[in-house]
């Protein structure tokens, strides 16, 4: 089922560079081979800055929901991405 212009939504394009992040961040399993993807902490940043801008340039245009739902996106996934980059420098092991 395709996508009508009338659905689109903040709410899913949070969800979409969020997931970007995600696999980036090594926490999505590649369906053909059962295993995650090698962490690439710079190109999750990418997303994540990405993420940051879209708040910086739509403060105050949100609904309440919106905002809650980016506030918190943002929220985990610096969590994450510390995580993964202090992973990355201690040597462990991708997606580990």
Sequence with gaps: MAVQPGDVSVDMLVRSLAASAAVHLGDVVDRATGAKATPNPAA???????????????????????????????????????EVRQRVAAGAAPGA
């Design 44 to 82: 999750a940043a990418q997303m994540i800055d990405l993420l940051a801008l879209l708040e910086r340039k739509t403060q105050g245009n949100l609904d309440e929901a919106e905002s809650q739902v980016l506030a918190e996106t943002l929220r985990v996934l610096r969590a994450r991405l510390l």
